[in-house]
């Protein structure tokens, strides 16, 4: 009977030990991924997608890495060169403060829209927000996706 | 100065919605799976051989039936080649498993139910419901691929959700003196497990639309900064709604978890602490306001201030589950062993449904009841990681919110049986007894399944929403 009951604890803490060797399975998972993610280069606060350029300059498609203070405009001068005839030279600046993204309008000719609404002064926008600048559109998105 | 990232990256591509079916392997799942077959198989080993003195599986037909539904569940993902989240269906498997050794142990007959001429049982019929849930939680992980039906519709949603409510409110049959349960002919279910999941769907859609404008500082009270007040309304709805549910449905459990869930996910949105204060004073006035009003409500916290006081009558419950919690011990007394029976009854009358942790408290120790916590913490880490990752705001929030649901809802029923907070009848996510809550939670590993998806079509283009139309005018007169 001794003999019994010695290996009926035997399973139970087996039981117990598998739901541990289980979740320590799943953590180690969690860790390759944190850490695979940790390595990407994703000190870039956010993203520039353009979507639509009649111009031609930016393409379509191409994807800006932004910095915290990031200059757009005709200029050569800006970060990114934004060459469309509807563009001011120093058009509009986009920053990040605290968590979020603002874009503010330089006092351009034809203005900045986010989400086909014109920005007068400083608009925050967020992730997955479209910009139009000229005719250009480029969407904000997040640096991390891999 | 900023150099344009890595050369004309890819062009965004029009969205493909059949495309060639291309199998992925998913070998971290794999392995993850046939471990929580091995530790099911080893349980239900433990219990027969406490129950029968056997070393044989308890119920040959339950567990394979079981672990049988999450390979075909891992088959059908591998088919459909998405690159989803490996790890959520084995941790949810993991505490299904769970639920279901628990299931077979305890009395059979608290559940009967009868489907087309047969008679199934407590096992049986929380068999049925977990592979339903693995289907509805395995196809909504492979079918959807873009969030725009969930986004663009948001207040239809909410419209929804708040129908689920007032028809509870109206036709809803008293269980224990809470109205919880819709009955609708041959199908009842608790409306509330589903509404949770609209919640976090319309708190998703509205706060990243109205993020940026929330952020903003603008009125100022005394040390706090608040943002400008139109935004608050929604707060002051909120607190409303689940004050509704107190007072029409004494559901307790599913108002914090609303107002939790609510709080959680405008800090997240928005970073803002104020915010959360300000909802933690509307949470305690309100409370007090209940507590002074309804006697059930006034009832529950005396129960969780000292149950000894009447240890056979309010108390029963949370005093019989400590005392399981105690006979427990650091590695319990084994599954099978606890809870002996009183007349053929197990001691807490709600055990399947309020406190299995209490039940597992006892028969797998401390070392079990961390365990548990421990994958639904895991559960939570996935959530926020998809939810870091995403496009998007709204896919964020909505990642984040699904998560935090089944972990506040978790910390709320477990921190119930423990008496520290008072007892709300919540369900423990996938391991209670009880097909609303084994569907809702479905949905939600469903939805973080799908959204985890790396390559997913990109978010559609955002549209002026109408509350922010709304708000400018109001804001510019």
């Given at each position: 009977?001794?003999?019994?009951?010695?290996?009926?604890?035997?399973?139970?803490?087996?039981?117990?030990?598998?739901?541990?060797?289980?979740?320590?399975?799943?953590?180690?998972?969690?860790?390759?991924?944190?850490?695979?993610?940790?390595?990407?280069?994703?000190?870039?606060?956010?993203?520039?997608?353009?979507?639509?350029?009649?111009?031609?300059?930016?393409?379509?498609?191409?994807?800006?890495?932004?910095?915290?203070?990031?200059?757009?405009?005709?200029?050569?001068?800006?970060?990114?060169?934004?060459?469309?005839?509807?563009?001011?030279?120093?058009?509009?600046?986009?920053?990040?403060?605290?968590?979020?993204?603002?874009?503010?309008?330089?006092?351009?000719?034809?203005?900045?829209?986010?989400?086909?609404?014109?920005?007068?002064?400083?608009?925050?926008?967020?992730?997955?927000?479209?910009?139009?600048?000229?005719?250009?559109?480029?969407?904000?998105?997040?640096?991390?996706?891999? | 100065?900023?150099?344009?990232?890595?050369?004309?990256?890819?062009?965004?591509?029009?969205?493909?919605?059949?495309?060639?079916?291309?199998?992925?392997?998913?070998?971290?799942?794999?392995?993850?799976?046939?471990?929580?077959?091995?530790?099911?198989?080893?349980?239900?080993?433990?219990?027969?051989?406490?129950?029968?003195?056997?070393?044989?599986?308890?119920?040959?037909?339950?567990?394979?039936?079981?672990?049988?539904?999450?390979?075909?569940?891992?088959?059908?993902?591998?088919?459909?080649?998405?690159?989803?989240?490996?790890?959520?269906?084995?941790?949810?498997?993991?505490?299904?498993?769970?639920?279901?050794?628990?299931?077979?142990?305890?009395?059979?007959?608290?559940?009967?139910?009868?489907?087309?001429?047969?008679?199934?049982?407590?096992?049986?019929?929380?068999?049925?419901?977990?592979?339903?849930?693995?289907?509805?939680?395995?196809?909504?992980?492979?079918?959807?691929?873009?969030?725009?039906?969930?986004?663009?519709?948001?207040?239809?949603?909410?419209?929804?959700?708040?129908?689920?409510?007032?028809?509870?409110?109206?036709?809803?049959?008293?269980?224990?003196?809470?109205?919880?349960?819709?009955?609708?002919?041959?199908?009842?279910?608790?409306?509330?497990?589903?509404?949770?999941?609209?919640?976090?769907?319309f708190l998703a859609g509205y706060l990243s639309e109205n993020r940026a404008l929330l952020v903003e500082q603008d009125t100022r009270v005394g040390p706090l900064r608040l943002p400008p007040l139109p935004y608050l309304a929604p707060m002051v709805v909120m607190w409303a709604i689940a004050l509704g549910i107190v007072v029409v449905q004494r559901d307790l459990g599913a108002a914090l978890l609303f107002f939790g869930v609510f709080?959680?996910?405008?800090?997240?949105?928005?970073?803002?602490?104020?915010?959360?204060?300000?909802?933690?004073?509307?949470?305690?006035?309100?409370?007090?306001?209940?507590?002074?009003?309804?006697?059930?409500?006034?009832?529950?916290?005396?129960?969780?201030?000292?149950?000894?006081?009447?240890?056979?009558?309010?108390?029963?419950?949370?005093?019989?589950?400590?005392?399981?919690?105690?006979?427990?011990?650091?590695?319990?007394?084994?599954?099978?062993?606890?809870?002996?029976?009183?007349?053929?009854?197990?001691?807490?009358?709600?055990?399947?449904?309020d406190f299995p942790l209490a039940a597992l408290g006892e028969e797998l120790g401390l070392l079990g009841v961390v365990a548990i916590l421990g994958l639904f913490l895991v559960v939570v880490e996935r959530g926020m990681r998809i939810g870091a990752a995403a496009a998007d705001d709204f896919r964020s929030l909505l990642a984040v919110g699904l998560a935090l649901v089944i972990g506040i809802q978790a910390f709320t029923i477990a921190?119930?049986?423990?008496?520290?907070?008072?007892?709300?009848?919540?369900?423990?996510?996938?391991?209670?007894?009880?097909?609303?809550?084994?569907?809702?939670?479905?949905?939600?590993?469903?939805?973080?399944?799908?959204?985890?998806?790396?390559?997913?079509?990109?978010?559609?283009?955002?549209?002026?929403?109408?509350?922010?139309?709304?708000?400018?005018?109001?804001?510019?007169?």
């Open positions: 009977m001794d003999g019994f009951l010695i290996v009926v604890w035997a399973v139970r803490l087996l039981f117990l030990g598998l739901i541990y060797l289980f979740l320590a399975r799943v953590i180690a998972a969690l860790l390759r991924d944190l850490r695979a993610a940790a390595r990407e280069p994703g000190d870039r606060p956010g993203r520039l997608v353009v979507l639509a350029s009649p111009a031609g300059e930016p393409p379509a498609g191409q994807s800006f890495g932004l910095d915290v203070i990031t200059a757009l405009g005709r200029d050569v001068n800006n970060a990114i060169v934004i060459d469309d005839p509807f563009a001011s030279a120093e058009h509009a600046v986009l920053t990040y403060r605290g968590r979020s993204w603002y874009l503010e309008d330089l006092g351009s000719t034809n203005g900045s829209y986010v989400n086909g609404r014109k920005v007068e002064g400083v608009s925050p926008i967020g992730f997955g927000d479209e910009l139009q600048i000229g005719q250009v559109r480029m969407r904000l998105e997040r640096a991390a996706t891999r | 100065m900023t150099a344009p990232a890595a050369a004309p990256s890819r062009t965004p591509a029009l969205p493909r919605l059949i495309g060639p079916i291309r199998p992925r392997p998913r070998w971290v799942e794999l392995r993850l799976l046939l471990l929580v077959a091995a530790a099911l198989a080893v349980g239900s080993i433990s219990l027969n051989a406490t129950v029968n003195g056997e070393f044989r599986l308890y119920d040959v037909q339950g567990i394979v039936i079981y672990v049988a539904g999450l390979l075909v569940a891992h088959l059908a993902q591998v088919l459909a080649g998405r690159r989803t989240d490996q790890i959520l269906l084995p941790t949810a498997g993991m505490l299904g498993g769970i639920s279901l050794l628990l299931m077979e142990r305890l009395p059979q007959d608290l559940v009967t139910q009868s489907f087309f001429g047969t008679t199934l049982t407590l096992a049986e019929v929380q068999l049925l419901w977990l592979l339903i849930a693995l289907g509805i939680a395995t196809t909504i992980g492979i079918v959807v691929r873009s969030d725009s039906w969930l986004r663009r519709y948001k207040y239809t949603w909410a419209a929804a959700g708040v129908a689920l409510l007032l028809l509870t409110f109206v036709f809803g049959t008293e269980v224990n003196g809470q109205r919880l349960t819709l009955d609708l002919g041959p199908i009842s279910g608790q409306p509330s497990e589903l509404l949770k999941v609209i919640l976090v769907v709080l959680a996910m405008l800090y997240v949105a928005t970073g803002r602490f104020s915010l959360v204060i300000i909802g933690l004073i509307l949470f305690v006035l309100g409370s007090a306001l209940m507590a002074t009003l309804f006697a059930t409500i006034r009832t529950r916290v005396d129960i969780w201030l000292d149950p000894f006081s009447d240890p056979l009558g309010a108390g029963y419950q949370v005093v019989q589950a400590l005392h399981a919690f105690a006979r427990g011990g650091l590695l319990g007394v084994g599954l099978g062993a606890g809870l002996p029976e009183i007349g053929g009854r197990p001691p807490i009358p709600a055990v399947h449904t921190a119930g049986n423990l008496k520290v907070l008072p007892l709300t009848g919540v369900t423990l996510p996938f391991i209670s007894y009880g097909g609303s809550s084994l569907l809702a939670n479905a949905v939600i590993i469903g939805l973080l399944l799908a959204l985890s998806d790396k390559g997913v079509e990109p978010p559609p283009p955002p549209r002026v929403g109408s509350s922010r139309r709304w708000f400018r005018r109001g804001a510019a007169r």
